[in-house]
């Protein structure tokens, strides 16, 4: 590979005309930064009042069996008894589960779905939302620097390491709380 640096021009790129997506570029981009680290945290809301048990019917979940469908992914089905009696219900469990699992869970409104309840549940709902949550914590340094703002722009960056750093520990930790 270094055999052929000497022909690859090493340019740094110059300010100039046609270099700045201007205001209205910057816009754009600012919504679509906002769209993508927002909508995971809209997408999890069901999935949060379900693990909270705000929504749904209380019960446990038994895993029956689980078919690999190919590149690590998994179409689980279970039995689901709800705590307050009747007959269990087949539904679909969470992919990441195994067979013979046994385990708290909150039945959909819909019937069809059981998802882990407690805070197992809880930690593995807010995975997604937390790969939102990191992925804001550059913005306020991308638009103070659009802005021209020369003091604090250090805080923001120092800020954007933090918040960055939250979200992938949580998102961390919510993975490993789902496959636990």
């Known amino acids: 590979m270094s055999d052929f640096l000497s ?6 790129p110059q300010p100039g005309p046609g270099r700045d997506p201007g205001r209205w570029g910057r816009a754009v981009l ?8 927002l909508l995971p945290m809209w997408l999890a809301v069901g999935d949060l009042e ?3 048990g705000r929504v749904g019917t209380p019960g446990t979940l038994r895993v029956i069996s689980c078919e690999d469908l190919g590149q690590g992914r998994y179409d689980c089905d279970g039995q689901f ?4 009696g009747g007959a269990p219900v087949p539904v679909d469990a969470s992919p990441d589960s195994s067979a013979g699992d046994v385990l ?3 039945l959909t409104p819909e019937g069809d779905r059981a998802a882990p309840a407690g ?3 809880v930690l593995a709902a807010l995975a997604l939302p937390s790969v939102g949550f990191g992925g804001l914590g550059f913005l306020p340094y991308v638009l103070m620097y659009w802005a021209g703002a020369r003091r604090g722009r250090r805080a923001a960056v120092i800020g954007g390491w933090l918040v960055t750093a ?3 520990a949580g998102m961390l930790v919510g993975v490993v709380a789902a496959y636990a």
């Not at 022909?7 to 740094?12: A, N, S």
């Not at 008894?81 to 307050?84: I, K, M, Q, R």
């Open 104 to 106: 708290r869970a909150q």
């Open 50 to 52: 379900l693990a909270t």
């Open 30 to 37: 600012v919504l679509l930064w906002l769209a993508v680290c």
């Open 119 to 121: 805070t197992k549940g």
């Open 166 to 168: 939250a979200g992938t």
């Open 81 to 84: 008894t709800p705590d307050g």
């Open 7 to 12: 022909d690859v021009p090493f340019v740094t």
